[in-house]
């Protein structure tokens, strides 16, 4: 919409030095990741300096103490005013957002909507608010490729593939980690791992991350956990029962997680208060658990709940911290410290985000898989009889299962765990605790923390496997209907008087042989309905289309193929070695089918 004729010239130029189409999503990919790269930079540093200031105010006097825990309703007020003089025609939020313009609105995203994610998460996650900025830069990423590909005056193909480098690019950059933005976007974003999409998004992730390391003069490892702490480490088979476990309990963990923060969103959406305000409310009774936190533990130290948690992972990540699960040690405080801290960062949680105000979701899932994954791991080694499995491994593994399943993408989950710790050897503990924890909270939730709003305003989500769906059900594997069918030589008054009979208004027309030779079809039967007195001096094979029929054989991808080049509501399924008709299947056998075997995924 923006393309000018230097633009046009410029993009001809480049089909022209360029050896084929694809290269030029690669080239314009490679500027946007490196655009974004430098902006997840900007976006942090903020967000770090008022997150170190919240956090020491806690400690400095009674008046820093109260302000700390008063620091999250100014930072929702703020993001609340952001949020009510930056409109969107997007009804989602965070990443939901994405989601939507992908399936909507052909990848258009707003130049606003980038500004608003910017500041609006600025303020409640460095006031202190329970979210992670991963999300916002996502959403700020993909509005940047989004531009530049409306810039450009590209087509939505190209459009959905800038946008998911944008995307990609600012997660990678962020986290240090482009095979995790490079999955998250094609596992739940765009949900499409055709080489065309991934090409792109693949350089546009890397860029993102090199950038950011170029300007930051460092590749260390996320949260401090590097490669040395597995290097002693080698998964065993009397490990799989306590790993199963662990799986088991995330899954579980993480699905009831989705559904406490959908409630908690549907209980602030009923309250009669402006829109604006009511992240202001849920900020006031996160203070309040802040507040019951620091009375309980008889300390005015920053509350392990607040702000996005990084320092937390980092500390459950220290095998120091679990000196009390060894011989003759008392294991009960920490478990319940474990415990308590799990329920108190959900709470914390659904209070930020469920309220509306702006922050991501990827950060408070990491550090509710550390927690809980440690919890589950010293639960194992102080009261069962299991081999001890190590508690930090648990954790680690525990932050990929629980992004896993929260977010129902299992390679996203193992990406993650892999390059935070940049160490192979966790990886057959991770794929199957991750693993198990999707399927576990599939169990429990259907929706995922990402899909469950989208869901609601009525956007169904497919995906590149849909085509393997329909390639996996066969026409056979359907219940048909009976082919019940008609002699060509037979008369059109005969006929209308069996569908009056019957209900049925497609018939399939044999010849002398009993071998199939078409179909009369409803709109062609009921037109003779309307001609009844001539309609016995009418034969059958008057009004025979030469319809192409089905095989049992045939999948549902073929169907649908058949049903796109015909008005015809039915089609015949005939034994291709016989000629003999077996049945009818109408379209709506095929959308049924169809529809529960994605429900079935």
């Excluded at 992004?403 to 966790?426: F, Q």
């Excluded at 995922?448 to 989500?461: F, Q, W």
């Excluded at 509501?569 to 959308?591: C, E, F, L, N, W």
Aim: proline share 5%; aromatic share 8%.
């Amino acid at each position: 919409m923006f393309q000018t004729p230097l633009i046009a010239r410029f993009r001809a130029l480049m089909r022209r030095l360029l050896p084929g189409p694809d290269w030029e999503g690669v080239v314009v990919g490679t500027v946007t990741g490196l655009i974004v790269g430098g902006l997840a930079l900007a976006y942090m540093a903020p967000i770090r300096w008022l997150e170190e200031s919240t956090e020491a105010l806690a400690g400095s006097t009674e008046s820093g103490f109260w302000l700390m825990l008063t620091a999250p309703i100014l930072g929702a007020l703020g993001s609340g005013a952001i949020f009510a003089l930056i409109s969107s025609p997007i009804q989602a939020h965070g990443v939901g957002q994405i989601i939507w313009a992908v399936n909507r609105l052909q990848s258009k995203l707003p130049f606003s909507l980038g500004i608003k994610q910017w500041i609006g998460s600025t303020c409640t996650i460095g006031s202190g608010g329970s979210a992670g900025p991963e999300g916002p830069i996502v959403s700020v990423g993909a509005t940047v490729g989004s531009q530049v590909a409306q810039f450009l005056g590209t087509d939505t193909v190209q459009r959905t593939t800038l946008l998911g480098c944008g995307a990609a690019a600012g997660l990678a950059a962020v986290f240090n980690a482009p095979l995790t933005g490079v999955f998250f976007v094609l596992e739940v974003l765009l949900r499409d791992f055709s080489l065309r999409m991934m090409a792109p998004i693949v350089v546009a992730s890397v860029m993102g991350a090199a950038a950011a390391q170029g300007l930051l003069q460092s590749n260390e490892p996320v949260f401090g956990v590097g490669p040395a702490q597995f290097d002693a480490f080698f998964f065993e088979l009397d490990e799989v029962p306590s790993m199963v476990i662990l799986g088991i309990f995330v899954g579980i963990s993480s699905g009831c997680f989705v559904h406490m923060l959908e409630r908690t969103s549907k209980l602030f959406a009923r309250v009669r208060i402006p829109a604006m305000v009511r992240p202001a409310l849920g900020a006031a009774l996160l203070g309040l658990l802040g507040w019951v936190w620091c009375v309980g533990s008889d300390s005015h130290e920053y509350p392990p709940f607040f702000g996005n948690g990084y320092w937390v992972i980092s500390e459950w990540c220290q095998a120091e911290l679990y000196d009390p699960l060894k011989p003759g040690g008392d294991a009960w405080p920490l478990v319940r410290l474990l415990a308590l801290l799990l329920v108190a960062k959900a709470v914390a949680t659904s209070l930020t985000i469920g309220s509306g105000a702006c922050g991501g979701l990827f950060a408070p899932s990491l550090v509710l898989g550390a927690v809980s994954g440690a919890l589950c791991g010293a639960f194992l080694n102080a009261y069962t009889p299991l081999p001890d499995v190590s508690p930090v491994i648990c954790a680690v593994v525990g932050m990929a299962a629980f992004v896993a399943g929260g977010s129902h993408a299992p390679l996203t989950g193992v990406m993650l765990a892999y390059e935070i710790t940049r160490n192979y050897s966790i990886m057959l503990p991770l794929l199957l605790v991750t693993v198990l924890s999707t399927l576990c909270a599939r169990l429990v939730s259907k929706q995922s923390v990402y899909t469950g709003e989208i869901d609601r305003l009525g956007l169904r989500l497919g995906s590149s496997v849909d085509l393997s769906v329909l390639r996996r059900v066969r026409v056979g594997d359907l219940l048909l209907k009976p082919a019940d069918p008609v002699l060509a030589s037979d008369t059109v008054g005969e006929l209308l008087a069996r569908a009056e009979r019957s209900g049925e208004w497609d018939f399939v027309v044999n010849d002398a042989s009993g071998r199939y030779a078409g179909l009369v079809a409803a709109p062609d039967l009921r037109a003779a309905f309307a001609y009844r007195e001539a309609a016995p001096l009418l034969s059958v094979g008057e009004l025979v289309r030469d319809q192409a029929p089905l095989s049992i054989d045939d999948t549902l991808d073929v169907a649908f193929e058949v049903f796109s080049r015909t008005d015809a509501q039915s089609v015949p399924i005939v034994d291709r070695r016989t000629g003999i008709a077996r049945g009818i299947i109408s379209r709506q056998h095929v959308m049924r089918a169809y529809q529960k075997a994605l429900e079935s995924r």
